[in-house]
Structure formats: C-alpha cells, structure tokens
C-alpha cells in the first residue's frame, strides 16, 4: 500500500490471535452492526439506476443469461452462505474451471487469472469498478457478510486450509478489506491472509471508515482487479 492504513506485521506460523478478545467487544461489534444496515441501504438506494443500467448490458450481452450469479461461500464460524453478485462471466464458467487450474495465476487454494476467457465484454468493466459486487449489500443486510472484513472464500478452498488459515474465518466475511484497498489481484494467499489477520487484529470504526472511503476511491480509479 503506498500508505498503510495500519502496521502489517508478518506473523509467524505459529501466531495465534486472541479471538477470546475479540467476542468481549460488543460494543464494536453492535455499532458496526448498526452501521452495517445503514451504510448498505444507502448503498443500494445510490445504484438502483446504475445497477439497472448494468442490468440491461449484462442482458444484451447474453439475452439468455441470468442478471445475478449466486455461490455458496464459505462465512464466520465456516457456516455456508448463498453470495449474490452480478454475472460477469460467460453461463457455465464454473464447469470451465478445472480446465484452467493449470494457467492459475495465484498462490495457494484462490484461483486468479487476468485474462480469464470466462468473463464477458460488460463483466470485464463492471469487474475492474467493483460494480459486480453491489449485489451484496444484500449479504450486508441479511448478516450473512458485513460492509468490511476478509473475503468469504469457497469450500474448495476452505478444504485446504490449515489451523492457521483458519482464523480468517472467526470473523464474519466483508464486501472489501484491507487487500482490496491494497494491490489486490497481485496479492497472493498468503499476502491477503497477512492482511486479514491484520485487520482482525486492529479493526475498529475508524479503520472500517478509512477502508470504506478507500474503496469507494478504488471504484472510481481503480487498480488491479481482476
């Protein structure tokens, strides 16, 4: 990041967090609830005309296709949750996917790849906005996912994380974060769980606020999203 929003340290493998901390702060937790329902009913009141308009492009670039893509990811406590975004990639990308795993781009269980031939002509802009994500302001409010947090991944995923890894999960999963705000698709796994578990270790309204307004930055100027 060119200017850290908080101190990345890198942990060592054997670093645990206090997690027992963490559920006495209800505070923070209430208050980020509150903010939560708040910030995504604004969310969605702002994009109901472009989410209209990205609506229409998804359409006429495949008249067949369907408008939202839905997958089960993976939540806090590893409990499973059907994840909204808009399509942006070609209808039956998934069953595509075990031919690409050989050209992945990134480190450990996440699969990237900047040239994926999967995604559409429209799934390619909104992607590099963020804009493919605004469906899940519904996530927000339904309280499967909150506003700011780690990514909630797949269970492929999930299936090979260590205890370690695992710790990204005791949080409920956000619609951006601290890798989002940072070099994003260039982050590999072990990067992007430096960076939730950082979050996690010092995440507070304020921080929440500051990877908000970053994020809204990035959708304007965006950087390496793919």
Same mark, same amino acid.
């Given at each position: 990041m060119k200017k850290?929003? &908080?101190?990345v340290n890198k942990p060592t493998a054997n670093h645990k967090l206090d997690f027992s901390?963490?559920?006495?702060?209800? &505070? $923070?937790? /209430?208050?980020?609830r509150i903010f939560d329902i708040i910030l995504s009913l604004l969310g969605l009141l702002l994009f109901i005309l472009p989410g209209l308009v990205i609506a229409y492009l998804i359409k006429a670039e495949e008249p067949k296709g369907r408008i939202f893509y839905t997958?089960?990811?993976i939540g806090k406590n590893r409990k499973p949750f059907k994840m $909204?975004?808009?399509?942006s990639m070609k209808e039956g990308a998934d069953q595509?996917? #075990? #031919?690409?795993? /050989?050209?992945?781009?990134?480190?450990g269980?996440?699969?990237?790849?900047?040239?994926?031939?999967r995604v559409t002509k429209i799934g390619e802009k909104i992607r590099s906005h963020s804009l493919d994500e605004i469906p899940q302001l519904f996530n927000v409010l339904k309280g499967d996912m909150s506003l700011v947090g780690p990514r909630p991944p797949l269970e492929r995923e999930v299936v090979s994380y260590t205890d370690y890894?695992?710790?990204r999960l005791n949080v409920k999963p956000g619609c951006t974060g601290l890798w989002q705000v940072s070099v994003r698709s260039n982050v590999g796994f072990h990067d992007m769980l430096r960076l939730d578990l950082t979050y996690i270790a010092h995440c507070n309204l304020w921080?929440?606020?500051k990877i908000l307004l970053r994020t809204v930055k990035i959708m304007i100027m965006p950087n390496t999203a793919y």
């Open positions: 850290e929003l &908080v101190r901390f963490q559920q006495k702060r209800y &505070v $923070y937790r /209430t208050f980020k997958q089960i990811r $909204y975004k808009f399509r595509q996917l #075990s #031919s690409l795993l /050989t050209k992945n781009e990134a480190e269980p996440m699969f990237k790849m900047e040239h994926d031939p890894d695992l710790q921080l929440d606020l």
